[in-house]
């Protein structure tokens, strides 16, 4: 574990939506136990004008507003200042899209900077000229950044040391081994006439083990064709080897 916590600084007009869902459960404890840290910082703060507005209508027209690529720089030059090297990631739908493997890195940190858009998006000056990395959480439009800020910092969180009860949970689960998961059973042995597969309770840790990587490669092949074909890739780059 680090001496210090994991710093998310949110930039956002909602600030009052945080820690929200973050504030319970696994990532909640890990709040209060000082494993991340978290601030929110309104962006309006960083308005000129006595209105404290921080859109303006779109250059060459059209519907909607764009977030001022001035007051979103200030935001961002204080947040940076007081963490100069952490990731600097803007939450929209044209970024890449999140992956766990970045998810690993970014859990790797020291925290990161984290920019919720609201309207038709930020000007796209801000996003070049302070060298701002682009993250989608899916192909579909949210109203504003600050619940795909959300999903990023809760994958981060659960992967940061102490969080997770057992060292092993998260190692097994889906996309850590470039598969998806296996199903899982638990008591009842029976439920509605249906069982338990045999060889998860036979005792044979060699056999479990064998038939979920078997599962899992069986439901990968089934539902992410994309994941399957990575993976047989990779296998033959190793064999190669
Ligand atoms: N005009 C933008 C477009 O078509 O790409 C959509 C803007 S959306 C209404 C407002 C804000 O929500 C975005 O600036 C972004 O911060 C956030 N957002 C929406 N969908 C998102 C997604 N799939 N992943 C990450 N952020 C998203």
């Given at each position: ?33 000082n ?29 909607g ?29 044209r970024g ?46 949210l ?13 981060i ?22 598969l ?41 092949k ?20």
């Amino acid at each position: 574990m680090t001496d210090f916590p994991w710093q998310a600084r949110v930039l956002t007009l909602f600030p009052d939506m945080f820690p929200g869902p973050l504030g319970v459960s696994l990532a909640g404890r890990a709040l209060e136990n000082n494993i991340w840290a978290l601030a929110a910082r309104d962006i309006r703060n960083f308005a000129t004008d006595k209105h404290r507005s921080v859109d303006d209508t779109p250059a060459g027209g059209g519907p909607g507003m764009v977030m001022r690529a001035d007051i979103v720089a200030a935001a961002i030059d204080e947040a940076a200042a007081e963490l100069p090297d952490v990731p600097l990631v803007y939450l929209t739908p044209r970024g890449a899209t999140l992956t766990q493997s970045r998810v690993q890195d970014f859990a790797k940190g020291a925290g990161m900077i984290l920019l919720c858009g609201r309207f038709e998006g930020l000007d796209e000056r801000v996003i070049e000229a302070r060298n701002v990395e682009e993250i989608s959480i899916g192909d579909y439009v949210l109203a504003g950044g600050e619940v795909a800020a959300m999903v990023l910092l809760e994958a981060i969180i659960r992967l940061l040391p102490g969080v997770m009860g057992s060292g092993q949970s998260g190692l097994e689960e889906s996309f850590e081994t470039g598969l998806l998961e296996y199903p899982h059973y638990t008591r009842p042995r029976e439920f509605e006439g249906i069982g338990i597969p045999e060889v998860l309770t036979s005792g044979d840790h060699g056999k479990v083990s064998a038939w979920r990587q078997a599962m899992a490669e069986q439901v990968t092949k089934e539902r992410r064709p994309d994941l399957w074909a990575a993976h047989i890739g990779r296998k033959s780059d190793g064999d190669d080897n």
